[in-house]
């Protein structure tokens, strides 16, 4: 148990600090370090972390697309027509997917609050991480690799990885070969 005024370690039964002999607070973190607060056992922080990325600066290659297999999908720029399918590019800023109702999702802007899905594409493949399993978990989740013919689901909406493997000329312009 940490003293709240000095920082000492005391014994987990302490009531008082042996350093500075002030009261102690039951003082709780979660695993990652966010303060409780006081009686809950479930972080408020983690389950709204989304992991860190890597930054990456190389040039935009196709690697795939993210084929609508059910539901509706609609872009960020017109929210009436619904895609067909997703292009899954390497770049610096993962796709951000957010929930519209039952069986419909949106593509949206980085920053928006209602993101549940983020989409990552680098050289070495595409990943996933989804809001509702950081929820489940009650930590911060990790981007899942999507393997090629792999699908994954959102709100009702379903999308598989199909891999497109680019051409050597153009591994060779991104500096890839
Ligand atoms: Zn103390
Ligand atoms: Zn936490």
């Known amino acids: 148990m940490k003293c709240s005024h000095c920082y000492a370690d005391n014994q987990s039964f302490a009531t008082i600090c042996a350093k500075c002999g002030q009261a102690i607070l039951r003082l709780e973190v979660c695993p990652m370090g966010h303060l409780l607060p006081p009686g809950e056992q479930d972080c408020p922080i983690c389950p709204s972390m989304w992991p860190e990325v890597d930054s990456f600066a190389g040039p935009p290659l196709l690697r795939g697309f993210l084929l609508v297999e059910s539901g509706r999908l609609t872009g960020s720029?017109?929210?009436?027509?619904?895609?067909?399918?997703?292009?899954?590019?390497?770049?610096?800023?993962?796709?951000?997917?957010?929930?519209?109702?039952s069986g419909a999702v949106s593509l949206v802007d980085e920053d928006d609050d209602k993101?549940?899905?983020?989409?990552?594409?680098?050289?070495?493949?595409?990943?996933?991480?989804?809001?509702?399993?950081?929820?489940?978990?009650?930590?911060?989740?990790?981007?899942?690799?999507?393997?090629?013919?792999?699908?994954?689901?959102?709100?009702?909406?379903?999308?598989?990885?199909?891999?497109?493997?680019?051409?050597?000329?153009?591994?060779?312009?991104a500096g890839c070969l």
């Open 115 to 173: 993101i549940e899905c983020r989409i990552l594409m680098r050289p070495n493949g595409i990943s996933v991480c989804q809001r509702d399993q950081m929820k489940k978990q009650k930590a911060p989740s990790v981007y899942e690799p999507l393997l090629p013919g792999e699908k994954f689901d959102l709100g009702g909406v379903s999308l598989r990885y199909h891999e497109v493997v680019p051409p050597a000329w153009a591994r060779k312009l």
């Open 77 to 101: 720029q017109d929210p009436v027509a619904a895609l067909t399918y997703l292009e899954v590019r390497d770049q610096e800023i993962p796709l951000a997917l957010a929930p519209l109702h």
